[in-house]
């Protein structure tokens, strides 16, 4: 059958995200194996982020998929 408008509509909003591949703790430093990218409705940060949050800390924690933002994000630590 055809795809409906309301489809396509619905479509449009479904984008790669960023998720937390396992749960993660608040404090615990992000590595790549602990990200996975979904097409989800939600907002979240794209797949080509990944390299700007790996060894980031979270602030809080994280369930399996759901999506990473930066205000899940401690800042960056500076090495005066």
Do not use: Q
Not at 12 to 23: I, S, T
Not at 30 to 53: N, Q, S, T, W, Y
Request: proline share 9%.
């Amino acid at each position: 059958r055809p795809i409906t408008r309301e489809e396509m509509d619905g479509l449009r909003d479904e984008v790669p995200v960023l998720v937390a591949a396992r749960r993660l703790e608040p404090g615990e430093a992000i590595v790549k194996a602990d990200v996975a990218v979904r097409i989800l409705r939600r907002r979240g940060l794209a797949p080509f982020m990944l390299e700007a949050i790996a060894g980031r800390k979270l602030r809080y924690g994280l369930d399996p998929g759901e999506p990473f933002s930066f205000g899940f994000l401690k800042e960056p630590e500076s090495h005066d």
